[in-house]
């Protein structure tokens, strides 16, 4: 079964420093790999997805993401924390049809 | 278009009573999801309906949680009798055929239960 572990459950950045979310996936098939976002009280909103096309994915407000094979990992980085960006994100799998979510990482941005 | 509608929003009941929460997708979506979420376990995924039919429950916790998608419009989540444990925000996502497609969440039903 697909699977995917985060690590670090709180990253805390300044504002305008790199921001790097670690995530590494476990399948035995080509895995569709995706980064969401939850702000306070909200459901989860997709950043990006990889879905075996381009290894690099751009997504929505700056963030990026690095498929890497040999390293089985997905992370997420954003060159230059925003205030706004303090929120909680989840990586996620899905190889059959459903879709599981890592424990989440809180990022926290320090003005 | 409008977005997956969940509710309620908040629901606060008493240790032994029934709670039902209700998921409208997003109109054309294949696949409906369940997931609760808690800080203890995280998102979890209780259940998932293709055109209607359940397709894997086996993250339903225990025979006091079952879930219905009598059409493509509405799902229900039932708990019956409810515990302390259940306590947790449950959202339910809906998405389309393709499993590259994003899921669109609700957002969410937080049920406290005393």
């Known amino acids: 079964a697909q699977s995917v572990t985060q690590l670090g459950s709180h990253v805390s950045v300044s504002e305008g420093a790199l921001v790097l979310l670690r995530c590494n996936y476990s399948s035995s098939v080509p895995p569709y790999l995706f980064w969401y976002v939850q702000y306070p009280n909200q459901g989860l909103q997709l950043l990006l997805k990889y879905t075996s096309a381009a290894t690099l994915v751009k997504g929505i407000n700056g963030f990026e993401a690095e498929f890497k094979k040999s390293e089985t990992s997905f992370h997420l980085t954003k060159p230059s924390a925003h205030m706004s960006d303090a929120a909680e994100y989840f990586c996620a799998v899905s190889v059959s049809n459903d879709m599981r979510f890592g424990a989440g990482t809180r990022l926290t941005v320090k003005p | 278009d409008a977005g997956v509608i969940q509710s309620p929003r908040h629901e606060v009941t008493e240790m032994g009573q029934e709670v039902t929460l209700r998921c409208k997708p997003i109109?054309?979506?294949?696949?409906l999801f369940w997931y609760r979420q808690t800080m203890m376990r995280g998102l979890e995924l209780l259940i998932y309906f293709n055109n209607n039919v359940p397709i894997d429950d086996s993250g339903m916790p225990e025979d006091r949680f079952s879930a219905k998608m009598p059409n493509a419009s509405f799902s229900t989540l039932k708990i019956q009798p409810s515990e302390p444990r259940d306590s947790a925000v449950y959202f339910c996502a809906s998405r389309r055929r393709t499993n590259t497609g994003e899921l669109f969440f609700g957002e969410g039903s937080r049920l406290t239960v005393l």
């Open positions: 109109s054309g979506h294949d696949y």
